[in-house]
């Protein structure tokens, strides 16, 4: 995954959404009544890069959705369907988190690439590690 970009969705302009600082918005949780803090990101996949194969904004692969998931204790709140049906290469993709320190690290990742990189030592426990640069 490439090309991390803050993604300014129009429901972040009605009354539901209160901006905590850039990009970071309070909100009502879409699975219970809690409160959290949420933010939207555009990227691109690499279909080349193991794990993303056969990847698009339609087809978001497992490995490093999940890594993301995973490494910033976040969870998905809005899949943005409509858009991405209809983008061609970019994805869009909302995150949540009751953490606002989550949302902020999260964010660390715009301008970057993130992906999985298989591992070279056969002793490795993991498969794959994922890689910020």
Request: with cysteine.
């Amino acid at each position: 995954m490439k090309n991390f970009q803050n993604y300014m969705p129009e429901k972040y302009a009605t009354a539901a959404f209160q901006e905590v600082e850039e990009g970071i918005y309070r909100t009502k949780s879409p699975y219970d009544d809690k409160e959290i803090f949420v933010t939207s990101l555009s990227f691109e996949m690499e279909p080349e890069r193991f794990g993303e194969e056969d990847a698009s904004p339609r087809n978001l692969t497992q490995i490093p959705i999940e890594g993301i998931l995973d490494e910033f204790s976040v969870y998905v709140t809005d899949f943005y369907d409509q858009i991405n049906e209809t983008s061609e290469t970019v994805c869009y993709q909302e995150f949540g988190s009751s953490s606002l320190a989550d949302l902020q690290r999260l964010r660390t990742l715009l301008g970057k690439r993130f992906y999985a990189a298989l591992c070279d030592d056969a002793d490795e426990d993991d498969e794959y590690v994922m890689v910020m640069e």
